[in-house]
């Protein structure tokens, strides 16, 4: 077991001012003299702030939410149609309601056997409209959420060590405002909070020897056979994978907006380099076929290759903008924008929408493209009734890495990564979530391969194993009273999967909660009882620990997710219906023992055990003793599967349900920071 403590920090006494950073709606709620005050301030609408919003706000406390545009959530109202999830055993909580809502607008829309439930993959596909009005429904069911759009953060203020006050320009009136709270969630994408607080950031790409990750720094990856290519130095740098707009498109001409005249900026010389890509067979079918990659067969050898399509529903489609062609013309336009202030991030946002809306042109109308082709990719166009505000264009660029925050751990490659002859990941005892989607960067240099394969510093789709994500990524080194569930605390290389809306919705669930824990208790974020933490997760659904054989119905999934963190299971097979080891069973007692201060209670003579397996009858000697030592009052049988003879081996659920119900019930002096 990788058993890892918190680390004690000092505090840091000192007064941080922006220099400026990016918003959109009028604030109705700030008072006359532009300041408020909430329990908890969450900065920045994605699906991430959204969550912790709402997780707070269900625990009871007052939460403002503010948002720099004038639309919450982030990419996945704003043209990232589909969830990116391969295992959906794996993410679960605020999440999966999320996926439900949306399940249930379109089967109540229309009806059960609809084209467009069929479509929506059980809610995990959406328009974007869809999915705003989702979130709205569920930012709207809580009183105790006030939502404050157009709010661009500018500055923090910190009191010996932990924010005080974030000062926002409302750019609906120009006004200053203020907001105080007693613990501030930074959910932007870019980190602005921690940065503007002072505390320790990455910026970029770690070399490969920083941390020893195989894909780390300068790379030429070979994404058909998942293989290195020649020329990577593994150095590392300062930039960072391209942005694009993701797009939602429609086959519908009664819905469709046609771009009938190049857009502003247009210069056909951007794409000219897809013509190569085209000849030299860069636009044809990938080598493996996956269902909701945007793959059709009708697009392959075709300019229109140039785009990624996944069906959604209505005849509408999320288009991703294909990063394999030597021709992507995205890359190095991101370069300056983390640090950039908000005129020069406007500045960015337009120059990517007009790169995207030329390309959309390009491959429609100009000359020197096919006809077929053009006439193939004259059948997509913007729809009429999606970003009815903005042109029928997304509002939100995809900032898929800006800072980093340097957290009191990080998170590398080797912890999401099967090592050696591992067989699981990392297992982390202070585990809030787990991650499941592949590592996957977008191109950081335009410089291509030597074999002209790939442009450098993309990886693309490399498959992993789920892993467990431990808090204390979340929790800044010095600066207080502040959470980051987005810009987490990640090398370049895990970032690229922990990147992913749904799992940072379940992150962003967690950052409430702490939140929450954090004013109730009145202790700093580093402080927050993790194991407590932990139970309020599992009672709201949240995955902790991923394993293939464990049913959501089994009896012992609760207790198995949660003793997955402390090292019960060195695999992913929990087995819960085979008989107990004796070998695995002197394993857990020993971890339940150092976990809950009761070695001194629990002897050797506690192991009975026959052979190899274990009885029921062990089981119940250990609950006799605690019972006796702290009255648990835990419940007979209420651990077994099945009343049965005491004299029968215990099974592996069974011993863990009981160690489980012991560590809730007995209340026994736990080490809260394990």
Known sequence: MNRRNFIRISSLGTLITGSGIAASCVNKNADSEGE?????????GTPAGIMAA??????????????YHSHLGGMTTSGLGKSDIENKEAIAGLFKEFTEKVLQYYTEKYGDNSKEVLLCKEGYYYEPSVAELVFNQMIAEEKNIKVLFNYQIEEAELEAGKISKLRFKDRSSGADKSLKAEVFVDATYEGDVFALAGAAFRLGREGKEEFDEAHAGQIFFDFNEKAFLEGGSGKGDDRLPAYTYRLCMTDDPENSYVLSEPPH???RNNYLEYFNDLKDGRLSAPKVFKEGHGYYSDHFDTMVRVFSFTEIPNRKYDVNINPRPLGFPFVGENYSYPESDWAARERIFQKHRELTLGLIYFVQ??????????????????????????????????IREARRLKGMYTLTENDVTLREDAQRTTVFEDTIITGEFPIDSFPVSKVPSKDNK??????????????????????????LGLIVPVAASTTHVAYSTVRMEPLWMGIGQVAGIAAHLSREMQVEIKDVPVLQLQNILIENRQILTYFKDLDRADKAFDAVQFWGTKGFFDSYSARPQEDLSTEDYKLWLSIFKELTDTTGIISETNLKTTGHTVKITAINEIIQTLNMADEAGLKPDSWLYEKRDTNSFVLRGEASMALYQLYRKAKLNVNQNA
């Open 365 to 398: 109308n100009d000359p020197e493209i096919p006809e077929a082709h053009r006439n193939l990719a004259m059948k997509y166009h913007l729809p009429k009734d999606e970003f009815t505000d903005n042109e029928h264009f997304p509002w939100q660029l995809y």
């Open 54 to 67: 709402i997780a707070a706000a269900r625990m009871g406390s007052k939460v403002i939410l503010t948002e």
């Open 265 to 267: 900026g247009y210069d």
């Open 454 to 479: 790939v442009l450098e510093g993309y990886i693309g789709m490399y498959e992993i194993s789920p892993y467990q994500i431990p808090y204390r990524i979340l929790v800044p080194e010095k600066v």
């Open 36 to 44: 408020d005050y909430a329990d908890i301030v969450v900065v920045g």
